[in-house]
């Protein structure tokens, strides 16, 4: 099996209303296949129910480490959004 990349991300220095803009931004622009290594203050599990929430199917979750004091999450991108899941996630539309 092929090592995919991965970006390394600390987000422990970065204030906390920045941190899921900061990763969602860096995870839309990774190419299909290559994920991000996210290393966290604290268990991003809401974070998680973020990426199920605006990524269902795309992204694959994979604890490296489990505190207590760093966490490290490898958060892969499976695919990409189309117009139409966009299109379908924003005021409803059909």
């Known amino acids: 099996m092929s090592q995919t990349s991965a970006v390394t991300l600390d987000v422990r220095a970065v204030a906390p209303r920045f941190r899921h803009p900061l990763i969602f931004s860096i995870f839309q622009n990774l190419p299909p296949g290559q ?24 992204f694959t979750w994979d604890y490296v480490e489990n505190g207590p004091d760093v966490w490290q999450v490898r958060i892969g991108k499976t695919g990409e959004l189309t117009t139409a899941d966009i299109n379908s996630r924003c005021c409803g539309g059909h």
């Not at 991000?36 to 129910?49: E, F, G, M, Q, S």
């Open 35 to 58: 994920s991000l290594l996210l290393t966290n203050d604290h268990d991003p599990r809401p974070l998680y129910y973020q990426f199920q929430a605006e990524s269902t199917g795309l």
